[in-house]
């Protein structure tokens, strides 16, 4: 059988025909050429779909209308959809395209001999469905049992018109491909008169194990499956001796069969109850589950290995497969044999500091060149740092084995063991009396005047960088000086977080001290939180700017209205169709530039805020729908409150405790607010560094060394210098590019897993008898009950539903005045803070970026639960203390907006603080004495910081 222009026969398909067949035509013809059980069939391809448009003059009417469409107004497309489908069925078929469907139609059914056999099974083939990332299943059309020309013509007309149903065209919008480069092709089969059928999946699509094959089967045509009108049976079988492991016998109440006479839309199937002595009885037998799962195996590896979703149906005992495609939204494959132990026996490792900013596994050139290289060459710097300023020898690496950070399973964490022997404590008491106060005078205008200048410098040199001219190994070089180079950059930052860390918990346990010695238990305990607030911060300049640029939107109805009726991803391709867009973009272009060097994960592989700016749309959506938000105005209100607090606090302390309290609030006020301008240049150079890296895995990729560009970060220093010596000699490494994509899928797996805060399990924080609880990364004891404990960072009381976003992909579902419940937030994190009522992290502690932004935005803020995003679902409405530290889950039924929890804290709190005030009161001893020694230096009246 030999097609046209307009009509394929399966035969003549394969793989490269998508264009023409679209992607079930295609994989239907690949699949007969391999000698597949597919019935016979052929495909009317995309070229009379274009023919029929043209000849009725559809294109410019389709495409006007789709246009209209807007992702927030469903009934939109529905009307719209409507308005298309009416189009293509009062369309004329032109003369020589209805000629060749006949044609067509007749030359396959004259090859079946059986009375029945010309019914065919017409399905939709859309040149942007069943692809690995966008499968559009269930979207568009499929008729069953057509049995003549003229229901055949209607069929194929109304497949054509299923390319613009609503869901297909929300579909489209959401996976950012264009409505004008679409077209449809129509798959018309030989009907299988199916006794049993259903789908094959290849791998487990729940939980992305490759070694299972899952079935599910059911009585009758397979369309009660695909449409969810049946519980069907489910076999779960072992890849390698496929046995089945697991049988799931389900209801199979209905069936679709072929009906006696027509039916509506030119089908003839109808939806009969199956006996009630057959529902219990399995509908495959083990040899069936056999051949299907041989044929499954097949496909697989016929398609290279990539998991396949298989509809198939068994017809007087012999299978058919009726379409196949990739398995989308597939699970990375579970790992196994997952142990979280110590890379050295005997030692403690902590997901804190600068690992709070690493939530995910890191890929192999970050983990070489900041982890390792950077961090430890940093903390060789700043040891000698530290050496001059006290005027003596002090090696860091006396008290720590290195390397400093390091990773297990993929995972980020600093040491959290330190050697400790009696002979140091004579140094260690110089340190306090000596270097504590050469600490806090020369710290800050060190951070200020030295190591935030050099960095910048740094990546002003690269960033002039013409990578035209720059060769392999200088491109590599740039990527290793600037990620040693932010290593750098974020111990001398590690110095100001550390003065605010010091200065906040003294003025936080006296304030908490003053209020035992008083021996009150009602109310909320005090906090140093109210105190420190409403100070000017980057994350309020960005959100002002934000707000400024809502408020031109607001000012324009056409463009307020379009900008709420975007979906938030589509924004910045939107805005110029309007008179007054492009404005707006060229000043979303210039927050980006000031701010979008923000960092979601502090490791690279990652794109920062200005490759992925989605937080800052939607933020800005917001602002647009909520132009009575005002972010200066709200600073200023608690800036007045928190002056107010100070005075009322200073009338009713006595003058020894008044004067204590003014020295520290001043510590506090002075070095606290410089925390978040400290980490908000962290990964200020990852915008130059990822643009040396992807230019140089392009050329690899050119040179066969890598698959995509982005490769290039899984792949270590010495591999990417061996692949450019390779490229020089005109040849490619493709053993690097396979080793790429494994390490890849590797970190893609351990997503999944949920790596704890302490390794191993129950370690501590501690240097010889000193106990730094503190300083860990959550409390010590975490409750299994409806409580969660958590470190209190940012005052107040909430009850709100919650929106939990695991990563930057779950960014759309934050919803308004919902608490935000995540692992950790990093600096491209703060936009959503304007969205939300409250904080709630699994780890993080006073010192990390999220109770910054909390206290700067006044919402309350409890971090460090180790558990919330395991505990908490999204919806469920929870209680927030910033004050005791606690969240309680709550059912949700007659729970009031603002109702207030108790101000008892749970004993597990009570117990977390305990061991905080032991820690604290540790390191305060020596931490007061050198805080006098250098305010005595100093004179009256420090001056406020400098932001």
């Known amino acids: 059988m030999a097609g046209s222009e307009t009509i394929k026969w399966f035969a003549e398909l394969d793989k490269s025909a998508i264009p023409v067949a679209g992607g079930k035509g295609a994989n239907l013809g690949e699949l007969v050429q391999s000698e597949m059980p597919v019935p016979a069939g052929f495909v009317v391809t995309t070229a009379g779909y274009r023919r029929f448009v043209e000849a009725n003059n559809l294109q410019e009417q389709i495409v006007a209308l789709a246009a209209e469409t807007e992702a927030s107004d469903p009934t939109a497309y529905e009307a719209v959809a409507a308005q298309i489908r009416d189009l293509f069925l009062a369309g004329a078929m032109p003369d020589g395209l209805e000629d060749a469907i006949r044609a067509a139609y007749d030359e396959l059914t004259s090859e079946l001999v059986e009375e029945n056999d010309e019914a065919v099974a017409v399905r939709s083939s859309a040149t942007a469905e069943d692809l690995p990332e966008a499968s559009f299943a269930g979207q568009q059309e499929t008729f069953l049992n057509v049995r003549s020309e003229t229901a055949l013509l209607d069929a194929v007309k109304k497949c054509w018109a299923s390319l613009w149903t609503a869901r297909a065209m929300a579909y489209r919008e959401r996976q950012g491909i264009e409505h004008e480069g679409v077209a449809m092709g129509v798959a018309v089969q030989a009907m299988a008169p199916a006794d049993v059928s259903g789908v094959l999946f290849t791998a487990n699509p729940t939980t992305g194990e490759r070694g299972e094959l899952v079935v599910n089967a059911s009585f009758g045509l397979g369309e009660a499956i695909v449409a969810g009108q049946v519980t069907p049976d489910t076999y779960v079988l072992d890849r390698d001796s496929m046995m089945l492991k697991e049988t799931r016998l389900g209801a199979k109440e209905v069936m679709i069969v072929p009906a006696d006479g027509q039916v509506a839309d030119g089908q003839r199937t109808t939806t009969q109850a199956v006996p009630e002595s057959r529902r219990s009885e399995s509908a495959l037998s083990e040899p069936l589950l056999g051949e299907l799962a041989a044929l499954g195996v097949r496909v697989e590896e016929h398609f290279d290995g990539v998991p396949q979703d298989i509809e198939w149906a068994v017809a007087d005992g012999r299978c058919w497969l009726l379409q196949s495609r990739p398995i989308t939204n597939l699970p990375p494959a579970p790992l196994r044999d997952v142990r979280w132990e110590p890379p050295r026996p005997g030692t403690v490792w902590m997901r804190r500091q600068v690992v709070e900013h690493m939530p995910e596994p890191l890929s192999p050139l970050f983990e070489e060149l900041y982890l390792q290289e950077g961090l430890d060459q940093s903390l060789t710097e700043y040891t000698k740092f530290m050496s001059d300023l006290a005027g003596f020898e002090f090696d860091m690496w006396d008290f720590v084995e290195p390397p400093f950070a390091t990773t297990v399973n993929g995972y980020a964490y600093s040491v959290a063991s330190f050697d400790f022997s009696w002979h140091i404590v004579p140094m260690l008491l110089r340190v306090y009396t000596v270097v504590l ?36 190994e200088d491109l590599l070089h740039g990527v290793r000086e600037l990620a040693v180079a932010d290593a750098v950059y974020w111990l001398g930052a590690a110095m100001p977080l550390g003065l605010a860390r010091i200065t906040d918990a003294l003025l936080d346990h006296f304030l908490k001290s003053v209020a035992a010695g008083r021996g009150s238990s009602n109310g909320p305990r005090p906090t140093s939180g109210p105190y420190l ?266 009850t709100a539903p919650a929106s939990l976003i695991r990563s930057p992909d779950d960014f759309v579902k934050m919803a308004p005045d919902t608490i935000l419940v995540c692992t950790t937030t990093t600096p491209a994190w703060t936009p959503l803070f304007s969205q939300a009522k409250g904080l709630v992290t699994d780890i993080g502690g006073a010192l990390a970026h999220g109770s910054i932004v909390a206290r700067e935005y006044g919402i309350p803020a409890v971090m460090g639960t180790g558990v919330a995003t395991q505990r908490i679902e999204s919806g469920q409405r929870i209680q927030i203390d910033g004050d005791a530290g606690t969240v309680t889950l709550l059912d949700g039924a007659g729970v009031e907006e603002h109702a207030q929890p108790s101000m008892q804290p749970a004993a597990e709190t009570q117990t977390a603080s ?19 020694v250098w305010w005595k230096r100093r004179r009256r009246g420090m001056s406020k910081p400098r932001i």
Do not use: C
């Open 437 to 472: 106060p050469k600490m806090f005078r020369h710290m800050l205008p060190h951070w200020r005047d030295e190591a935030l200048p050099a960095y910048l410098a740094t990546i002003e040199r690269w960033k002039d960088v013409d990578l035209t001219d720059a060769a392999d």
């Open 533 to 798: 607030r409403g100070f000017p911060s980057k994350a309020l300049e960005a959100q002002a700017q934000l707000e400024a640029i809502a408020r031109d939107i607001h000012g324009s109805e056409g463009l307020r209205e379009r900008v709420v009726a975007t979906p938030a991803a589509r924004l910045l391709d939107v805005l110029p169709e309007h008179s007054d867009g492009q404005r707006v973009r060229d000043d979303l272009q210039q927050y980006l530039d000031a701010y979008g060097h923000q960092i979601y994960n502090l490791g690279f592989v990652t794109p920062t805020q200005g490759d992925d700016p989605l937080p800052v749309l939607l933020s800005l959506k917001a602002a647009v729908e909520h132009p009575d938000r005002d972010v200066r105005g709200h600073q200023a209100e608690l800036a007045q409150e928190r002056e107010a607090l100070v005075e009322r606090t200073e009338k009713s302390l006595n003058p020894i405790q008044r004067r204590l309290f003014r020295r520290l609030l001043n510590w506090a006020q002075r070095y606290v607010p410089y925390r978040e301008e400290a980490l908000f240049y962290v990964g200020a150079a990852w915008p130059t560094l990822r643009r040396l890296a992807l230019e140089l895995g392009r050329r690899l990729t050119e040179a066969g060394s890598l698959d995509a560009p982005d490769d290039v970060f899984y792949l270590k220093s010495a591999e990417l210098t061996d692949a450019s010596v390779a490229r020089s000699d005109g040849q490619g490494r493709p053993e690097l590019a396979q080793l790429a994509r494994e390490r890849r899928e590797l970190r893609e797996a351990r997503k999944r897993l949920d790596p704890p805060v302490v390794v191993p399990p129950g370690g501590r924080l501690k240097f010889g008898p000193f106990d730094l609880a503190m300083f860990e990364p959550q409390p010590r004891s975490v409750s299994e009950g409806p409580i969660l404990n958590g470190f209190a960072v940012s005052p107040g009381r909430v």
């Open 914 to 932: 305990n061991e905080q005030r032991k820690a604290l009161l540790a390191l305060a001893a020596g931490a007061v004495v050198g805080l006098v």
